[in-house]
């Protein structure tokens, strides 16, 4: 009897613990993405999926999936690791379909093996002291069955994912508020058309347009919130992370993206991803970067993440669920990491948003338990939820402001020393440029940009002062490759051409590609994207040819022949191209 005693009171000892821990969390979910502090992302593990395998992932060895795209099995040492590193919450990728029975037949039932695996993980983070943030990731592309042309796959999508959502609710209803449910990653959007072969075998043949695909994503998103709540245990006051449109920050700006409705008060998180720009971001090679850390870089990335304030000022938490100045393929830190990612930190604590790191052991290297790079290791130290306990937010707040115009008022006004000066009364003649790989790039839009480079790329832009014939280059030796891989898009552009000299034309009249005259495929034509810019395109495929016709001009004749693409890829010298060369008339129509 005394035993039955010790063991009933041990057992109501252990209920009191986790509801107590669940009631010293805050009861609204800005207050809440305060206290989650750092995150980071436990990246291409378990989310890793096969599609070569019909069905899914069916194992009965969850290791298999968890180290398929080159990370090693999760072991609670690295999950400690990372919560000394400085890191408080840990954002789970999960492919839950995958690891379906088989979704396209339209059993949905997740492994057992791969749900007790996911489970083990997560107590393992909170047992760490991490709160755990569990989402839907891409998961093998059967997003796209939402945009199916059959009314049956599409239904079928809706079934699967509200069916996914009960089962992943039920496991984790007793654990508190500590675990958090995302309701996708980046598949609301764009990806409801993505043609998965292992899901979605009918046609895709008509692309659904923006405004069909935020009334889905709205739809989605609601059909998370009920089905969690309707979960039972913790499920009916858990917080809930909201993926945003694309997890774009302007598209989830957009005013028909509408966050969804919840029984639950204050509950409720927006999810939005960063990498801005892509450029330096996402560039697969660290010396292929373009360069960041100019005062404009600064005021972009303060002025984007700005835009979040339309969520906190209305009670939602707003996290951004990846970001990061991801490291090259070769491993190696791009230039300037460090200071990017500790402005991104001070904007996060100045705007009232949380973070976590897409990581992949590229920052904390789960091998070594560590950030062995000491520059960006000081960045986390020491940032962690637990150094703010006790401070008021508002002191943060104007701490982590002041930190970042400090920052960016010490950054240079340009890092190109070959930016051409432009007036009032002068334009930059320049080659907007992405390589077929998108390995090497130059200021590609409609403003000028000379600090957004390839490292090794020597350009050779053009003042413009009025009528007359002017050369343009770009030199792809110095580069880590030596040469641009072909090209994804180029063109020529005239800074504020369409302000400074209305009406005139651009005329090739010879175009080099190392040091060699190639012939054009097709005329090219005037034509300005913004009202500002004038631009005449080399290779742009993204043209829609009769509507571009409308506003298109040239400097002789009509538009018989005009072209988009009058750069021939096909060409053997476009393989390796070291040296790009236009020369141009520009003036009035003749």
Not at 140 to 158: H, Q
Not at 424 to 444: E, L
């Amino acid at each position: 009897m005394k035993r039955m005693i010790l063991l009933l009171a041990a057992l109501l000892a252990l209920l009191f613990c986790a509801h107590a821990a669940a009631e010293e969390l805050p009861a609204d979910a800005v207050e809440m993405t305060r206290r989650m502090g750092n995150g980071i992302n436990l990246g291409n593990t378990l989310e890793a999926c096969d599609n070569s395998i019909h069905g899914g992932n069916t194992t009965d060895d969850p290791a298999h999936y968890e180290t398929l795209w080159g990370q090693p099995v999760t072991t609670p040492a690295m999950l400690q690791g990372m919560k000394a590193a400085g890191f408080d919450t840990l954002r789970i990728p999960v492919a839950w379909m995958t690891n379906a029975t088989y979704l396209n037949r339209g059993d949905w039932t997740i492994s057992a093996a791969y749900m007790d695996r996911v489970e083990t993980v997560v107590k393992e983070a909170l047992d760490a002291g991490l709160t755990v943030i569990l989402n839907d990731h891409w998961d093998g592309g059967w997003w796209g069955m939402f945009g199916s042309d059959t009314e049956a796959t599409r239904v079928l999508a809706m079934e699967a994912y509200v069916g996914m959502w009960q089962q992943i609710a039920e496991r984790f209803a007793n654990y508190d508020a500590r675990l958090i449910f995302e309701s996708a990653n980046e598949e609301l959007g764009a990806r409801f058309d993505e043609n998965s072969p292992l899901y979605c075998q009918d046609s895709l043949a008509t692309r659904m347009p923006d405004s069909e695909r935020y009334v889905l994503t709205n739809r989605i998103n609601q059909a998370f919130v009920d089905t969690v709540r309707a979960g039972g245990g913790y499920n009916g006051e858990r917080f809930l992370l909201i993926a945003g449109f694309g997890t774009n920050i302007a598209q989830t700006f957009d005013g028909r993206f509408v966050m969804p409705q919840d029984p639950a008060k204050n509950k409720l998180m927006v999810s939005v991803h960063y990498y801005d720009p892509w450029s330096y971001c996402g560039a697969s090679s660290a010396k292929g970067a373009t360069l960041w850390g100019k005062q404009k870089d600064y005021r972009d990335m303060y002025a984007t993440l700005s835009m979040m304030k339309k969520f906190t000022s209305a009670g939602y938490g707003v996290v951004i669920g990846e970001y990061g100045a991801l490291p090259g393929s070769d491993g190696e830190m791009k230039r300037n990491a460090p200071a990017y990612h500790k402005a991104f930190l001070d904007c996060c604590d100045a705007l009232d948003l949380m973070g976590c790191l897409w990581d992949c052991s590229g920052f904390y290297v789960r091998s070594k338990l560590c950030i062995p790079e000491a520059e960006m290791a000081a960045v986390y130290a020491g940032r962690n939820a637990d150094s703010e306990v006790g401070k008021d937010y508002a002191e943060i707040a104007a701490a982590a402001k002041a930190s970042f115009d400090r920052d960016a008022a010490a950054a240079p006004e340009t890092l190109s020393d070959r930016a051409v000066h432009v007036s009032a009364d002068t334009s930059a003649a320049w080659i907007m440029f992405n390589a077929g790989d998108y390995g090497a790039t130059y200021s590609v839009g409609d403003i000028y940009t000379p600090d957004s480079v390839t490292p090794g790329i020597v350009p050779a832009d053009a003042e413009i002062t009025g009528p007359g014939t002017y050369t343009v280059s770009l030199d792809f030796t110095g580069t880590a490759a030596g040469y641009a891989g072909n090209t994804a898009f180029c063109a020529i552009g005239i800074s504020d051409g369409e302000d400074r000299f209305p009406g005139y034309c651009i005329f090739i009249t010879e175009l080099k590609v190392n040091g060699e005259p190639v012939k054009l495929k097709g005329r090219n034509y005037t034509c300005s994207d913004d009202g500002h810019c004038t631009r005449t395109n080399l290779f742009n495929e993204w043209v829609d040819m009769k509507s571009a016709r409308g506003s298109a001009r040239v400097m002789m004749g009509d538009l018989t022949g005009i072209s988009a693409t009058v750069l021939d890829r096909e060409l053997p010298a476009m393989q390796k191209i070291r040296t790009l060369e236009v020369t141009f008339r520009y003036g009035p129509r003749q």
